[in-house]
Nanobody, 126 residues
Framework: QVQLVVSGGGLVQAGDSLRLSCAASIRTFSLYRMGWFRQAPGKEREFVAAISGSSNTHYADSGRGRFTISRDNAKRTVWLQMNSLKPEDTAVYYC????????????????????WGQGTQVTVSS
């Protein structure tokens, strides 16, 4: 049973930073690609960033240059460091996991991922 526990959201002001964490109960964590997605009210879940088992990264245009995805395979954790936050970054943020053998990196579609964390609310006030 794979579990992903997401934490780190909150209410911040525009320009502030937040770091989200996603802790995975996966013994073979390094074999999984991890992704961050977000969903704003009334909108579909959208890709934010992805990281391979060997820490290759890929970002959506919306976060490129402001967001950094990273992972520690020994800690079975992936992070999303978000800097220079904007009100349009307001959303529920989710992390997802998918075995690397199930496709090519980067995987940017919601349907590509097999497991999801519970989500954490990020609210950026102007």
């Amino acid at each position: 049973q794979v579990q992903l526990v997401v934490s780190g959201g909150g209410l911040v002001q525009a320009g502030d930073s937040l770091r989200l964490s996603c802790a995975a109960s996966i013994r073979t964590f390094s074999l999984y690609r991890m992704g961050w997605f977000r969903q704003a009210p009334g909108k579909e879940r959208e890709f934010v960033a992805a990281i391979s088992g060997s820490s290759n990264t890929h970002y959506a245009d919306s976060g490129r240059g402001r967001f950094t995805i990273s992972r520690d395979n020994a800690k079975r954790t992936v992070w999303l460091q978000m800097n220079s936050l904007k009100p349009e970054d307001t959303a529920v943020y989710y992390c997802g996991a998918v075995l690397a053998i199930r496709g090519s990196f980067p995987q940017t579609s919601y349907d590509d991922y097999d497991y999801w964390g519970q989500g954490t609310q990020v609210t950026v006030s102007s």
